[in-house]
C-alpha cells in the first residue's frame, strides 16, 4: 500500500473490511506452496498492511519482517502480532525505499493485495523491483498479486464487490469504485458506519496506475527476475487475460554467476531443505 492519505483512513478499519479467516484459507496455501517449494525460510512482507499474512508465516515456523508506508497499518500490525503472540518486525517503509530500512537478505518476498499499482511510473515500478529483488539471495522468491487489469481497464469496470461487516449493534459497508483517466486511475473508498441506528460516512481516494502483464514480465526480466511463472487465482489456475480475476506472479531472483572455484552457498537457497514448519522452527485491495 503506497499512499498515505488513504491508507491511513483505511487502517482503521482494514480488519472490519477484510475477513481474514476466509482470505487466509484462500490464500495461505498457495504462498506455503510456493515457500516450501524453494525451500524459503526467512520472508519479507511488503506493504503488509495490519501484517495478517507475516503473523500467519511467523506461527507456521517462519521468519517473518513487514513494511508498509502507513503508520496507522504498521500500528496496527505491531498490535496483532502481540494478541497472537507472534515474533514478527513490523517496519514503515514505501515501496522502492525498503533497504534504507532492513538491510538483511530475505528468501522470498510477498507483495499482496494489488499494491504495486501504487507505484505511478514505469520508473518507479522498476525502482520498487530492483529493491525487491536486492533483498533476495541468489535464487529468491518473489510473490506479488495484482487486479487484472488486462480485464478491467479495457472494459472499465467500475465497481468491486460491496464488503459489509456487523458486530453487535454497530454495521459497516466498504463500497469501492474507480475512476478510469487516460492512463491512471482513482480508486475511490467509501466508508458507512452505522452507529446508535445512525449512519455516517467518509470518502478517501488514491490514484494508480494499471500494471498489464506484458510490462509486469519485461520489467521483471529488467530488474534481475526469470522463471516467471503467471497464475489468475490463488488455486493456481493458468492467467487468462479476460477472464482471471487476480494477476498472481511468482518469480525467481536470477542467480549471479559465481566466480571460478567459488563453492560458497550461505547466500542461495538450498532447495533440498526442509520445509520450515516441519523443522520445527520458533521465530493489502483484496477482501
Known amino acids: 500500500m503506497n ?64 513494511t508498509d508506508i502507513s503508520a496507522g497499518m504498521i500500528r496496527r500490525a505491531r498490535e496483532n502480532a502481540e494478541h497472537a503472540g507472534a515474533a514478527v518486525e513490523f517496519h514503515q517503509a ?86 478510469f483517466h487516460e492512463r491512471t486511475l482513482t480508486f475511490n473508498m467509501i466508508f458507512f458506519h452505522k452507529q446508535n441506528e445512525e449512519w455516517e460516512y467518509r470518502v478517501a481516494s488514491t490514484e494508480l496506475r494499471p500494471i498489464f502483464q506484458d510490462e509486469l514480465e519485461k520489467q521483471l ?11 489468475g487465482d490463488y488455486a493456481g489456475r493458468p492467467y487468462e487475460h479476460s477472464t482471471s480475476g487476480d494477476l498472481i506472479v511468482v518469480a525467481h531472483r536470477e542467480a549471479a554467476p559465481s566466480p571460478v572455484g567459488d563453492s560458497t552457498t550461505d547466500s542461495t537457497i538450498d532447495t533440498e531443505t526442509q520445509h520450515p514448519a516441519s523443522a520445527g522452527q520458533s521465530a493489502g485491495f483484496s477482501s
Open 94 to 179: 514505501p515501496l522502492g525505499s525498503l533497504r534504507q530500512t532492513i538491510e538483511e537478505p530475505f528468501d522470498a518476498v510477498l507483495c499482496l493485495g494489488n499494491s504495486l499499482p501504487s507505484l505511478l511510473s514505469e520508473d518507479a515500478l522498476h525502482a520498487a523491483l530492483v529493491d525487491m529483488a536486492e533483498l533476495l539471495v541468489r535464487g529468491g522468491l518473489l510473490i506479488f498479486q495484482n487486479l487484472n487489469y488486462d480485464r478491467i481497464w479495457p472494459r472499465r469496470e467500475r465497481f468491486l464487490p460491496l464488503v459489509t461487516h456487523r458486530q453487535e449493534d454497530e454495521e459497516w459497508l466498504f463500497w469501492r469504485l474507480l475512476d
Open 221 to 231: 526480466l529488467r530488474a534481475g527476475f526469470s522463471a516467471v511463472e503467471l497464475y
Open 3 to 66: 499512499h498515505p492519505d488513504l491508507w491511513e483512513t483505511l487502517s482503521e478499519e482494514y480488519d472490519r473490511f477484510v475477513n481474514w479467516d476466509q482470505r487466509l484459507a484462500r490464500e495461505m496455501p498457495f504462498l506455503e506452496s510456493a515457500l516450501a517449494g524453494r525451500g524459503a525460510r526467512r520472508v519479507l512482507d511488503a506493504a503488509c498492511g495490519t501484517g495478517h499474512h507475516a503473523i500467519t508465516l511467523a506461527t507456521k515456523g517462519y521468519q517473518a519482517v513487514g
